[in-house]
């Protein structure tokens, strides 16, 4: 498939079928934003699902949800407010700014200009201002929160103290992160706005090499056990020029992208004890933790595999793509399927039919998250279906209402089987 316009192709069936929307597009849109429309809402919440599932089912991580505003202070012992930039070139000639570090986008930008006198760089810092209350003064400055990682550290004693768990253990967060990107661009992979899945693992700091190589391993694993095919995803270790302010060593999960080869999909960062000492300075509280166990008394170190739900549901949407010969197909992990199951009558003006799909449809929609579909022929309907995803299309039709038997269409295959009704329940 020609990969150039792969991009356009997903960013057209995202709109034409209710997964994602522009930003603000009835006015003429917001740059670095998209909404998630009702398929895209269900897709996104079981990607969420899945990797919240993963991580509370071991036993040794809890879950947290802190607001996405924090104190100024919090981002002042972060690191934040002196070292979240990029740096940042300008267009002498039209004002157009770039991150100076994006080549390809500056090439193309000079092949628009005879002669482009770019300005000195400098460094932008991403965080969104904000003000808190009536008052919009530097006392009242806040920031929206650029990464939800804060909001554990923020939180490390009060877990500890207020829950059984004991190092080593995780603090798992899903949430909204906002960044004042300089540009941004192929739709949901660099925007403004979007939702962050963190899991930030507190260790003992002689295991943090050790911790680190497993929690590689389990995120690749997780991406691959969700049907991302295996030549397009793989790990790789930063160079230490590339890595993060707080980082002792930071390693990526890269997937092969349309749009630019392998390139970030999730960061799987070593941050040791940067982020509990830096909050321990700066709050003037005691963030160490006692082993019980081993008796030691130490600040812990730990490894943070964090992802944007947006990045990786580009990827899920990439990678399940199909064009065949009469249609378009997202085999998508039944798990993040949005819609589970639909049915239709073969005809939406024969009563008889409508009713036994109706019942049916109301029976599934307790267990699955099931669509009803009566309009247009059902070459259409199934159509629909394969462009979202839905894994099996149940057809109610004449001989149903003879031996109460229905055919299941497999979305893959496309091959259909006449099951009794009362067998569906195997479903469940
Ligand atoms: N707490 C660690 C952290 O924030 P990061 O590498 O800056 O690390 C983590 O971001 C992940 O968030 C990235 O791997 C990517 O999946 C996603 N992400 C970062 N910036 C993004 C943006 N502007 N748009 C979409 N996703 C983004």
Known sequence: ????????????????????????????????????????????????????????????????DSSILHAARVWEASGHVASFTDPMIECKTCHERFRADHKAQIKEHESTHDKTLWTEMKLFNLMFKTFIGPIDNEENKTYLRPETAQ???????????????????????????????????????????????????????????????????ERLNWYLALGIKKENIKLIDLPKKDIAHYSKGTSEIWYNWPFMGFGELEGIANRGDYDLSQHSKYSGKDLSYFDEKTKEKYVPYVIEPSVGVGR?????????????????????????????????PLLANKPELVAVAQKIYKDLRSNFVTLYDGRGNIGKRYFAQDEIGTPFCITVDFQTLEDDTITVRDRDTMKQERIKIKNLLVLR
């Open 1 to 64: 498939m020609d990969s150039s316009n792969l991009m356009d192709k997903i960013t057209a069936l995202c709109k034409r079928r209710g997964i994602i929307f522009p930003g603000s597009e009835l006015y003429g849109g917001l740059n670095g934003t998209w909404d998630l429309g009702p398929v895209g809402t269900l897709l996104a919440s079981n990607i969420k699902n899945e990797w919240l599932k993963n991580m509370l089912s071991r036993g040794d991580i809890v879950p947290l």
């Open 312 to 344: 990786a549901m580009l990827a899920f949407l990439l990678d399940s793509y199909r064009e065949e010969e009469k249609r378009i197909v997202l085999k998508l992990n039944p798990k993040l399927a949005p819609y589970k199951v639909a049915v239709f």
């Open 151 to 217: 909001g554990i550290f923020i939180n490390f004693k009060n877990v500890v103290d207020s829950t059984r768990i004991s190092i080593p253990f995780g603090i798992a967060q899903i949430g909204k992160g906002f960044r004042n990107e300089i540009t941004t661009g192929n739709f949901l992979f660099r925007v403004r706005e979007f939702e962050m899945m963190e899991l930030e693992f507190f260790i003992k700091p002689t295991d943090g090499t050790k911790w680190h190589e497993y929690w590689k391993k």
